[in-house]
């Protein structure tokens, strides 16, 4: 099996040449060569890089249960490295990647990172998923000078000056949602389920003070269930013994196609129990089956579906690359900003080193993004819009609201 | 004083073992590893607390736990929880809603901290109650069990179940415990930095003595009239029974040591990896433990060590290069360890390298021309020749009898 | 509809522990990787609905029944396989089985992982499954949950009569109760104890294309369901099928009423833990067999 994997590899490099052609269109960032700019220069802190290579990490779960969800920003990562390695690379250095195994488990998340930042001398690294693995590194990151681009959508309440976060923090996608709900839909009592750990509980959290204070609903339940239960029938009939307008969902993994299937066969369809999700995305829907969420409603930042110049393109390389029947979530989205963010940054600031990337990155705009346009906010989060879709049995959203540009705000005050 | 050191080290076999274990943690280590790596053997040392405990209740009490993650994590929770509230000063915390808490109990809406993490600021009381919360709670559970004389496989079950409430707790109630994210960004310990590369070093060794510490109370517990008993329990629990021995005391004594042990491991982790999370609670990483145990030799101290730092390291090493093939030959670890080697390596040492060391050492000394100390040797109960013989046979046919005879007592 | 939710999972519990229940209570066998024997189950009948969907569309309403079956053939022969090359080798260490068991459940995740990805998947469920019965307006009983009801009610007649009923149950109970006298008697033991193994993984394999209906499946599903099936096992005391019955039934009514009342996280801990302190009471479960050894 291990070497069927490593024969699908093969093919897989051979598509790719196809899409470095490709990619070769996206080449809208000057590349300087590495002769006007000597190592010594670009580099004082002793990373590994040379006259002609840099070293990044890239750190996720490959194997354990973790690596459902992270492989498809694994994928979005090397992607992006490819097409920037295809461009000239970044100072004229190619991008050698060092790919670690967090396993799943947090503390091997902090060791492979030590290795990469303190063995390896990697000038960026690209990974974590859950919230937990990024606290594990967070340490590790701080203490050594490291810098991590992660990609994950995450509950806020961290700004740190080693990570930049590509996804969206608690309130740009919550908030946007829940006043889309209450002024679309009309809801004014809502049901907040989530999965049990710090995420679905902090975004309840916030969701509540927002519904509670600004929006002037009620909360009538709210409801969290350990991760991976799969019987949610007593929920089921208190959801509808309490006939919310809205169900407001934050449940995750394995959890998720046990919860749609059996909300689905409980008669509780979407027309007549409306629901919107911040945890559903395109990869979850291929396991759940496009046909247990039609008409769900999911708040994010992209959809694989958006209509945009970037977006095509994006989605484009990404089959190339990965195969036709790939499927791209908003996570995955993210992991490929990671890789052009870090390049846009290192050019402005003409250097690998840490503290000048970190200087230089505020500010820095994309107008043509997958997902439109983005800036660098200086608390090293992304300005960005919010999506609300509407799945269809295809396995992909209907768009149906836009919001505008929204600040980060990963420590919003009245929402503590 | 010679008999007094027969028992600690377990005769002058056990005590060059010990010595090259010594040697091994306290000189070669050191020497061939930078810092990075040394960090990483001590992380693995800790695991060998787990695994030196498990020898104790499992190959000799014959209780197999599978919950010794609780007791890794219980003791490591203790020491994050001061190390946390130190770091969680009000002038390093004056973001926060509550300046003064751990910043997870602030995004969780707690304006105060609960009760039972208060007597957490004194560093004496934590270092007793790392040592002292498993201890009281593996009291609790053995007393229950072993008093209705639940054991066997009917223990390892029950041990399971209740890990796996601890970690559900542990997430859940995040206000209090940090969640899933665990207790992290811990910094100084009574202003002390051990974060540093100095730091790092310090506790290696600190942790490699408490280790040497733990294997020669494990000596002396089984070279004890105790350590008879329990092997005579471990394979004829009836028999010692009748003959007037409170057994589900023994047991209890022996679990309560192994769960100490863990903790101190979970301590000593905490302190060098500067984390404790809900990840070494639950039940893989507390089976994980089991076949660190088992690698190294159920009935071996020593072995145990072993097992810890060769499974470690090829976990490390295959993770690396082959995360697929890990899996493999993982599970191909315990199944071969279980149906091939059931005494590990120690095992493996005693019937194939063992015997050409004492041929080899005969030899030189002029053929045939025993000394005196090499007779006394067979007497020796922790003589791995001893051990070699009973574990897998005798003891767990004994077992598979106390799980028969199970519900015929009612 | 509240009572339904308790049904239905008790008939998850039921599925869950028949198979555990024969292997474990009446061979002794620990078997941890009994949940990914489920998973075997689960994924061929994912195997066989994309096999269904792309070559005989027509055939998609009625491949689940047969799915049901052949589910249940996988998972025979990889147990009757998994006896001969590793479990009779060790009916002493009973404690050591576990550590095999758990091994090769190990194993058998990467196989999965390698061979199916480490996406969840999930099997295209026949229209007649999907959906709900209304028997009167406003209570709608899952198709699904009434389904798996049905499924675990034939599947538990069909071992009551296999053990009960049948030549094969006797040798069954026969080397359950005295292994000696009923190699004497001429019952070939070795073959017995490699068919019941057999059989209870495959119903493992049943229950795991059930569970297709309700649950997506992903290489290390059956790991969340082990420690609540041996709970099931050992609540309902061991060797017996009625108490297995018993304990899933009181286990599954307890904890869905209390998820009624609770956070899902409080009613599991609080489930878990009745559950532990009532075996610590009576440690041989509720019922249990009276044999003299």
């Known amino acids: 099996m291990y070497f069927l994997d490593k024969a699908r590899d093969a093919l897989k490099r051979k598509r790719l040449v196809a899409a470095l052609g490709a990619s070769m269109l996206l080449g809208a960032v000057s590349t300087v060569s590495a002769a006007t700019l000597p190592t010594a220069q670009v580099n004082t802190t002793g990373l590994a890089i040379t006259d002609s290579t840099v070293k990044v990490g890239i750190l996720h779960s490959t194997t354990g249960t973790m690596a459902i969800s992270e492989t498809g920003s694994v994928e979005a990562e090397k992607l992006a490295i490819d097409q920037i390695n295809a461009m000239g690379g970044i100072l004229g250095r190619k991008i050698e990647i060092i790919q670690e195994d967090g396993a799943s488990d947090w503390p091997t998340f902090a060791e492979k990172a030590k290795k990469l930042l303190e063995k390896d001398q990697v000038a960026a690294v690209f990974g974590c998923w859950t919230s937990a693995s990024r606290k594990a590194v967070l340490p590790v990151f701080e203490n050594d000078n490291g810098l991590l681009y992660y990609p994950t959508f995450y509950e806020g309440l961290e700004e740190s000056k080693n990570v930049f976060y590509t996804g969206q923090e608690a309130t740009q996608q919550i908030l946007a949602g829940l006043d889309w709900a209450s002024k679309e839909l009309g809801a004014k009592t809502f049901y907040l389920v989530g999965s049990d750990y710090i995420w679905p509980r902090t975004s309840m959290k916030i969701a509540r003070k927002h519904i509670e204070n600004v929006l002037k609903g009620t909360v009538v339940g709210e409801e969290y269930y350990p991760l991976g239960s799969t019987q949610f029938g007593s929920l089921i009939n208190k959801i509808k013994l309490k006939k919310p307008d809205l169900v407001f969902g934050a449940v995750v993994g394995g959890s998720n196609v046990a919860w749609f299937k059996q909300l689905n066969a409980a008669g509780l369809t979407f027309k007549k129990q409306p629901m919107l999700t911040i945890s559903v995305t395109e990869d979850e829907v291929l396991g759940i089956g496009g046909e247990n969420v039609e008409g769900l409603y999911s708040s994010m930042m992209y959809f694989q579906s958006l209509d945009l110049p970037g977006n095509k393109k994006f989605v484009d390389a990404f089959k190339t690359k990965w195969g036709a029947d790939s499927v791209i979530g908003d996570v995955t989205e993210s992991g490929y900003l990671g890789p052009w963010l870090w390049l846009r940054a290192v050019e402005a600031a003409k250097s690998f080193d840490v503290d000048k990337v970190v200087a230089a990155s505020p500010g820095i705009e994309w107008e043509d993004s997958p997902h439109g346009y983005l800036k660098v906010d200086k608390n090293h989060h992304l300005w960005m819009k919010t999506r609300i879709g509407e799945w269809q049995k295809d396995g992909q959203v209907k768009i149906v609201y836009e919001s505008d540009v929204i600040k980060p705000d990963p420590f919003p005050a009245g929402y503590q | ?410 | 509809m509240q009572a339904f939710a308790g049904v239905s999972l008790f008939s998850v519990f039921v599925l869950m522990a028949l198979g555990l229940a024969i292997i474990f209570g009446q061979m002794g066998v620990i078997n941890m990787a009994h949940g990914e024997f489920l998973t075997i189950g689960a994924y061929s009948t994912v195997m066989m609905s994309m096999l269904a969907e792309k070559f005989m569309p027509e055939f998609l309403p009625y491949y689940f029944i047969f799915a049901i079956l052949v589910a249940f053939v996988v998972a025979f022969s990889i147990g009757y396989l998994v006896e001969f090359l590793m479990i009779r080798h060790l009916y002493r260490r009973p404690l050591d089985t576990l550590l095999a068991t758990w091994g090769l459940s190990l194993i058998m995740q990467q196989i999965f992982r390698s061979a199916f990805g480490a996406r969840e998947v999930s099997a295209t469920l026949p229209d007649w499954l999907m959906g709900s019965w209304q028997p009167v307006e406003g209570v709608d009983i899952p198709l699904n949950g009434l389904f798996v009801l049905g499924l675990t009610i034939l599947l538990s007649l069909a071992v009551f009569i296999f053990l009960f009923k049948s030549r094969w149950g006797l040798k069954v109970r026969a080397t359950t109760q005295n292994r000696l006298m009923a190699g004497a008697v001429g019952i070939s033991t070795p073959m017995v104890d490699r068919v019941t193994f057999a059989l209870g993984c495959g119903i493992a394999g049943v229950a795991g294309a059930a569970f297709t209906t309700i649950a997506s499946t992903g290489p290390t599903s059956g790991s969340l369901y082990i420690v609540d099936t041996f709970l099931v096992v050992v609540f309902g005391g061991a060797g017996s099928l009625l108490g297995t019955f018993a304990s899933a039934f009181s286990i599954a009514q307890a904890q869905s009423v209390m998820e009624f009342f609770m956070s899902g996280s409080m009613a599991k801990v609080l489930t878990l833990l009745a559950v532990i302190i009532i075996l610590m009471i009576r440690p041989e479960g509720l019922f249990s067999v009276k044999v003299r050894k």
């Open chain 2, 1 to 410: 004083m010679q008999v007094a050191m027969n028992k600690l080290f377990g005769g002058r076999e056990g005590l060059v073992g010990l010595a090259i274990l010594a040697a091994l943690i306290f000189i070669i280590m050191p020497l061939t590893f930078d810092i990075f790596r040394l960090n990483l053997v001590g992380k693995y040392l800790t695991y060998a607390f787990v695994a030196i405990g498990l020898v104790l209740c499992w190959g000799y009490g014959g209780i197999l736990s599978l919950g010794q993650g609780m007791f890794f994590g219980l003791g490591g929770y203790c020491m994050a929880m001061f190390l946390k509230l130190e770091s969680s000063s009000p002038e390093s915390t004056k973001i926060q809603s509550t300046p003064g808490i751990p910043d997870f109990m602030d995004w969780n809406q707690l304006t105060a901290l609960p009760w039972f993490w208060e007597p957490f600021h004194s560093l004496s009381f934590s270092l007793v109650a790392v040592i002292a919360v498993p201890c009281i709670f593996a009291f609790i559970i053995s007393v229950a069990m072993f008093k209705r004389r639940v054991g066997g496989v009917y223990f390892a079950i029950i041990t399971q179940a209740i890990a796996l409430i601890l970690t559900i707790l542990i997430i859940g109630q995040q206000g209090y415990t940090g969640g899933i994210n665990g207790i992290t960004d811990l910094r100084t310990l009574k202003g002390w930095d051990i974060r540093t590369d100095e730091a790092k070093y310090v506790l290696y060794f600190l942790n490699g003595a408490l280790l040497i510490g733990c294997i020669l109370v494990g000596r002396l517990i089984i070279t004890s009239k105790l350590g008879r008993l329990l092997l005579a329990m471990r394979d004829r629990e009836d028999r010692v029974r009748f003959s007037g021995y409170d057994v589900s005391s023994f047991k209890v004594f022996v679990f309560c040591v192994g769960a100490m042990m863990s903790a101190i491991g979970g301590a000593m982790f905490t302190l060098q990896v500067g984390f404790m999370s809900p990840s070494f609670v639950g039940i893989v990483p507390s089976i994980e433990m089991v076949i660190f145990a088992a690698v190294g030799g159920r009935m071996s101290l020593i072995g145990a060590v072993y097992g810890a730092l060769i499974v470690n390291f090829a976990k490390t090493f295959f993770s690396e290069s082959f995360p697929a093939l890990w899996l493999f030959l993982m599970g191909g670890l315990f199944i071969a360890v279980v149906m091939l080697f059931p005494n590990g390596l120690a095992g493996i040492y005693t019937s194939y390298i063992k015997p050409r060391i004492d041929a080899w050492i005969q030899g030189r000394r002029g053929g045939g021309n025993l000394t005196p100390t090499v007779p006394a040797e067979p007497q020796d109960p922790v003589s791995p020749r001893t051990a070699e013989r009973t574990p897998a046979s005798a003891a767990s046919r004994s077992l598979a009898a106390g799980i028969q005879s199970e519900p015929s007592r009612s």
